[in-house]
């Protein structure tokens, strides 16, 4: 069983910034392949990024390329996303996602808002 907890999220500014953080649980962290979604009302959930085991591999939506960071801490069980010149499109619920001994597992989501 993994648990994953999101935080991280709020309100901000078109162009501001924003650092989420997913929290795992567990002695396996160092295994997973990691990714974050977003699923914005009246919208298909988006893949945003995903990081390998590692960390030596990254990949991200087009979307918020050049935008986005997603980075891990094996040391701390934790993947981050760090987000920057944030736009109003970029409003959404964020989750992680790792996929571990033939189960997915979800975070219960962080609310990201990018309003004036």
């Known amino acids: 069983q993994v648990q994953l907890v999101e935080s991280g999220g709020g309100l901000v500014q078109p162009g501001g910034s924003l650092r989420l953080s997913c929290v795992a649980s567990g002695s396996t962290f160092r295994y997973y392949a990691m990714r974050w979604y977003r699923h914005a009302p009246g919208k298909e959930r988006e893949l945003v990024a995903d990081?390998?085991?590692?960390?030596?591999?990254?990949n991200y939506a087009d979307s918020v390329k050049g935008r986005f960071t997603i980075s891990r801490d094996d040391g701390k069980n934790a993947v981050y996303l760090q987000m920057s010149s944030l736009k109003p499109e970029d409003t959404a619920v964020y989750y992680c996602?790792?996929?571990?001994?033939?189960?997915?597992?979800w975070g219960r989501g962080t609310q990201v808002t990018v309003s004036s």
């Open positions: 990081i390998s085991s590692g960390g030596g591999s990254t």
């Open positions: 996602r790792t996929f571990w001994s033939g189960r997915e597992y």
